[in-house]
C-alpha cells in the first residue's frame, strides 16, 4: 500500500504545531503561576493592555471571544476570576444592555507591566526557529 506523503508531511507540521503549543503555554504557566496567572488569564489581560492603552479605557467581552482560544463561558468565568482578584473591572454596555465592557484596573495594568517580560522571555526561547 502506498503512503500519502503530502498527507504525512501535513500531519507531521500539525503535530510539530501542536507539540510548540504545548510546551509553550506549559512554560508560560509555569512562570506566570508565582504571580497567580496562568498563560489564558495574561493573554486576556495582554489583549486589554493593547487594546485599551490608557487608563480607563474599555474593551467589549464580544471583543475578546475571537481573540481567545476559549469558549465564551470559560472566558466569561475566567474574567470573572480577574475581576474577582482585582485585576479587571466588568460593566454593562449602555447603548446595548446585552453587551459588557471590560478594563483592566490599576493592579492589572500594574501586573501585567511585571509579568510581560517573563511572557515575552518564554515567546522568544519556545518560538526561536
Do not use: Y
Not at 45 to 54: G, V, Y
Request: with cysteine; charged share 30%.
Amino acid at each position: 500500500m502506498a503512503v500519502n506523503t503530502a498527507g504525512t508531511g501535513l500531519e507531521e507540521r500539525w503535530r510539530d504545531i501542536l507539540s510548540v503549543h504545548a510546551r509553550t503555554i506549559c512554560e508560560i504557566d509555569r512562570v506566570l503561576h508565582p504571580h497567580g496567572l496562568g498563560a489564558s488569564d495574561f493573554e486576556v489581560l495582554d489583549i486589554l493592555a493593547t487594546e485599551s492603552p490608557r487608563e480607563g479605557d474599555q474593551c467589549r467581552v464580544q471583543n475578546l471571544v475571537g481573540r481567545v482560544h476559549l469558549s465564551q463561558s470559560a472566558l466569561s468565568r475566567l474574567i470573572g476570576r480577574l475581576e474577582k482578584d482585582g485585576l479587571v473591572e466588568r460593566s454593562v454596555c449602555v447603548e446595548d444592555r446585552r453587551g459588557v465592557w471590560v478594563s483592566l484596573t490599576r493592579k492589572g495594568r500594574e501586573l501585567h507591566s511585571e509579568v510581560l517580560p517573563l511572557q515575552r522571555e518564554v515567546l522568544a526561547r519556545t518560538l526561536a526557529d
